[in-house]
């Protein structure tokens, strides 16, 4: 679940946060969406699919401000050990991130997550 401060405020139509994040050691990358379940992004979901984006995780609550949030996760398999990126696989795969969330004015920062909540 993504940290959100607020469902009165969105990055993007549906999109209330965005989170492009690595298991250690960080080079595979998975895409964490807060969304509003009464107005999903589809165009974003769609873009990601077509990308070879597998939805993974779907969870729904209730925020605090009494908001409906429904998470969702997706992963792309690699060529690499243990459906890893390779090097060349996370540029482009990276690439197209930017550009699923740049074409709606998105920006994040990707990160690589600690072994605590990693494997949490």
Known sequence: MLFLKSTTVTKAPGIYEVDVAAKPPGKTYGVYLATDPDNPPAAVLEALASA????????AYTHKDR?????????????DLFKGWKV???EANMAQI????????VAFTPRVMSLAEAYA
């Open 88 to 90: 060349e696989e996370c």
């Open 67 to 79: 908001g409906k949030v429904l998470d969702l996760h997706f992963q792309k398999d690699g060529t």
């Open 52 to 59: 070879g984006f597998v939805q993974t995780h779907s969870s």
């Open 98 to 105: 930017g550009k699923i969330f740049g074409d709606v004015g």
